[in-house]
């Protein structure tokens, strides 16, 4: 029989293993039938950027001596069913965002899977409910182009009110051109997923990216 002091030990580290133990995917959130799995780190990365209607867009602060500065906004990759995973905006430079952006482009956008209310009863910040950083710079979008109009359809099918949004704001379209990319979907770290995976994927896998 051990010694009391060793037993002791032996106990405790016995309980340190079951409390840093994962979960198994039934007991960390509901299983959900277009979610990817965690195996499937791009698809994930797509299924958010299609699903989610906002994120926090976090540019340089051109009004705080360069402090990053965060704000919530709407966004779209695409019309429902139709994702292209760039994400576009409508800003204005009312707001600090827009303005932050066309003095210093470099921005990033977050983005998390718990306001689809698909991860149960965790907390937001357990790993098993997913989170995305897209990384880049913020660019205008020319008017005149077609991705214009493009953006145009994204914005207004998934956010109606913005056509009414007033004039005399000059709101314009932004887009993300992605540069890097940061995803937790279960444990182990940061899956690495390059821009160009990103955005290839689902071409021809419209149910996983549709929303």
Not at 96 to 101: S, W
């Amino acid at each position: 029989m051990l010694p009391p002091a060793r037993l002791a030990l032996v106990l405790a580290l016995a309980a340190a293993l079951l409390v840093l133990r994962p979960p198994a995917p039934s007991a960390a959130r509901p299983i959900v039938a277009d979610k990817p799995a965690p195996s499937e780190a791009t698809a994930t990365a797509r299924w958010l950027a299609a699903h989610n209607t906002w994120g926090v867009l976090s540019t340089i602060s051109s009004d705080l001596n360069g402090a990053p500065f965060g704000n919530v906004v709407s966004y779209s990759d695409g019309v429902p069913g139709e994702g292209h995973g760039i994400p576009y905006f409508y800003l204005t430079t009312l707001d600090p965002t827009a303005r932050d952006a066309l003095e210093d482009e470099r921005t990033s956008f977050t983005l998390s899977e718990f306001p689809l209310g698909t991860c149960g009863k965790i907390d937001p910040e357990n790993p098993t409910c997913a989170k995305l950083t897209l990384t880049g710079k913020l660019k205008l979008v020319d008017l005149q182009s077609s991705e214009a109009e493009l953006a145009k359809s994204a914005l207004f099918s998934k956010h109606p009110e913005m056509k009414d949004w007033p004039k005399n704001h000059h709101f314009k379209i932004f887009k993300l051109e992605i540069e890097n990319i940061f995803l937790i979907d279960w444990f182990g770290g940061p899956k690495p997923i390059s821009p160009s995976q990103y955005l290839e994927f689902g071409r021809n896998q419209h149910s996983v990216v549709s929303s």
